[in-house]
């Protein structure tokens, strides 16, 4: 028997250890056939139903306000005219409308603060379900405002919409990531970012003038979010909630497994509900932690440090700036009016075609190539947007370039940014830290958010052109530190991704250092590359 062999085999046998060795499965991909046979029509199901209803309302409602600018502004002023006798000052009409924009992030923040709450109780899909009721009350109040004359009502339903985006982008994410084969991850993940590209691509393609676009129509641009919000509520209710909750923290393994046989459409999951209470063994002496709790732990340090350096970029890069700001971007590029509608549809189509590519070759290439490179391109197209913004006036076809650069900054973010920071979230903790992961990704996602919509039109008007190269900036840092830092978690178990991190952390994962005995059934579920350098030794020295 050759070493190879010896790979496959296990390393103790016995009565006391039934079933399969989970960890001598290969690392690698799976032949095309087997990688087919894990998208079964509930696991597409639910990543789009969850998408549907969650994510794409996020990217919806990013840039839905972009093109009723006038006629809300214009609303803003009657009604204070109305209720004041006099127009409303410049000033605040600015201040009004930016609290507006801005509000939405606000409420993205209150989102993800509640999710610990309410998500430790209802589940992964219970608080999707329930999510909804916040999608339908600001539906309901944006839609109602224009015939009610409060434009308050547009404000608070900004802010009420700002919480479901928030809870929405850190449970999708969980419930995608504890669903999924490792083999699909990364693709199914990229499901978050396909439909916020296609919201975004939604909401500008509804607000041109032959639509919704127009002085009448324009509240039932807001009225749309109820569709998405009661197909997810009539659709996921038929689908099972996450098998690693079920089995994790609700202790039910006969739902665990009726939930992967249903999600893995084929009736023997043993091998997957063992490799879950392999992880359950590992993390037994460890209850669900809180955010310090989780900040403190030296094993996650560089884990932790990641997700919040690809989620600050992930808002910060620049492109958030484009999406609330496009009709001005376009028009010093020298646009027509007339034409912007269609201009900045345009770049709603590349991101949604970027963001399918990025989830067609995700489990090919890898998550770093694409971060890093997706960050890399947009500091080069960033530098090139600069140069041709800046000589607009000395060319006729400058301002065309400059619409080129801005699809490129597109087209790159999407590829790569725009959705693997989830992707990585899920995969970088184990299940007792996830929840606390996530609502550190979601504090610093909007945060980030709202600085940007904040701070970019005074970075504008300060630094004029020049404005991108602190996007440029940005990025470049954030390619730097993903390069040095972020392993591949490509095909990789939790336990395999732990154990990448554990030389920079200086500090081995939980699993390791357990304080109670060590028998020989931990032993069989160590990390396999313990498990592969003990063979290895084993086959250096004749022994078997």
Same mark, same amino acid.
């Given at each position: 028997m050759d070493s190879q062999e010896l790979s496959s085999a296990p390393l103790t046998g016995g009565p006391s250890h039934p079933g399969p060795?989970?960890?001598?499965?290969?690392?690698?991909?799976?032949p095309g056939g087997r990688r087919n046979q894990d998208w079964s029509c509930s696991l597409i199901a639910a990543s789009l139903v969850g998408a549907f209803g969650s994510s794409f309302l996020y990217g919806y409602n990013l840039s839905v306000v972009n093109a009723p600018t006038p006629y809300i502004k214009a609303f803003f002023n009657e009604t204070w005219e109305r209720r004041y006798g006099h127009p409303i000052d410049p000033d605040t009409l600015t201040l009004l409308w930016s609290v507006t924009v801005s509000i939405f992030a606000i409420g993205g923040l209150v989102g993800t603060l509640m999710l610990k709450l309410i998500g430790k109780f209802l589940g992964r899909k219970y608080t999707l379900l329930v999510n909804n009721v916040f999608a339908i009350s600001a539906a309901l109040l944006m839609a109602c405002s224009l015939q009610a004359g409060a434009f308050e009502m547009l404000i608070v339903g900004r802010f009420v919409m700002g919480v479901d985006g928030g809870i929405a982008l850190s449970v999708l994410p969980m419930y995608l990531s504890e669903i999924s084969p490792k083999e699909i991850r990364g693709s199914l993940g990229q499901v978050t970012a396909i439909f916020i590209c296609i919201g975004v691509f939604a909401g500008q393609l509804l607000g041109l003038p032959e639509l919704l676009g127009k002085e009448s129509t324009w509240p039932y641009l807001f009225?749309?979010?109820?569709?998405?919000a009661v197909v997810q509520l009539l659709s996921l209710p038929f689908l099972p909630e996450s098998p690693r909750y079920l089995l994790f923290e609700k202790h039910d393994q006969a739902g665990a497994e009726k939930a992967f046989r249903t999600f893995l459409g084929k009736e023997d999951v043993s091998q997957e509900v063992e490799e879950v209470l392999a992880e359950g063994r590992m993390q037994r002496n460890i209850h669900l932690v809180s955010v310090l709790e989780l900040l403190r732990t030296p094993s996650v340090r560089w884990q932790v440090a990641t997700v919040v350096v690809t989620m600050a970029c992930y808002q910060l890069c620049g492109l958030n700036a484009i999406w609330f700001y496009t009709n001005s971007i376009f028009g010093k590029a020298g646009i027509s009016p007339e034409k912007i509608p269609y201009i900045t549809l345009s770049t709603g189509g590349i991101e949604t075609l970027a963001s399918i590519f990025s989830g067609l070759v995700i489990e090919r290439l890898g998550r770093r190539p694409l971060l890093i490179g997706g960050f890399g391109l947009m500091t080069l197209f960033f530098g090139i947007l600069t140069v041709t913004l800046t000589l607009q006036d000395q060319a006729p076809w400058l301002p065309y370039l400059s619409i080129v650069c801005i699809l490129a900054i597109i087209a790159s973010f999407c590829s790569g940014p725009g959705g693997i920071p989830f992707v990585l979230t899920?995969?970088?903790?184990?299940?007792?830290?996830?929840?606390?992961?996530?609502?550190?990704?979601?504090?610093?996602?909007?945060?980030?958010?709202?600085?940007?919509? #904040?701070? $970019?039109?005074? +970075?504008?008007?300060?630094?004029?052109? !020049?404005?991108? #190269?602190? $996007?440029?900036? +940005?990025?470049?840092?954030?390619?730097? !530190?993903?390069?040095?830092?972020?392993?591949?978690?490509k095909n990789r178990t939790y336990a395999e991704i732990s154990q990448a991190f554990a030389r920079r952390n200086k500090a081995p994962p939980p699993d390791?250092?357990?304080?109670?005995p060590v028998t020989d059934d931990q032993n069989v579920k160590r990390p396999e590359p313990d498990s592969s350098v003990t063979l290895d030794s084993y086959v250096k020295n004749g022994i078997v």
């Open positions: 060795p989970t960890r001598a499965r290969p690392r690698s991909g799976k009225g749309v979010i109820v569709g998405p899920g995969e970088f903790f184990q299940q007792p830290q996830r929840p606390a992961a996530f609502l550190v990704a979601g504090t610093v996602n909007w945060l980030s958010n709202f600085a940007v919509g #904040l701070l $970019f039109p005074f +970075i504008q008007k300060s630094l004029g052109t !020049y404005c991108f #190269l602190v $996007f440029a900036t +940005i990025c470049f840092a954030g390619a730097l !530190y993903l390069y040095f830092v972020l392993p591949e978690t390791e250092k357990m304080d109670s």
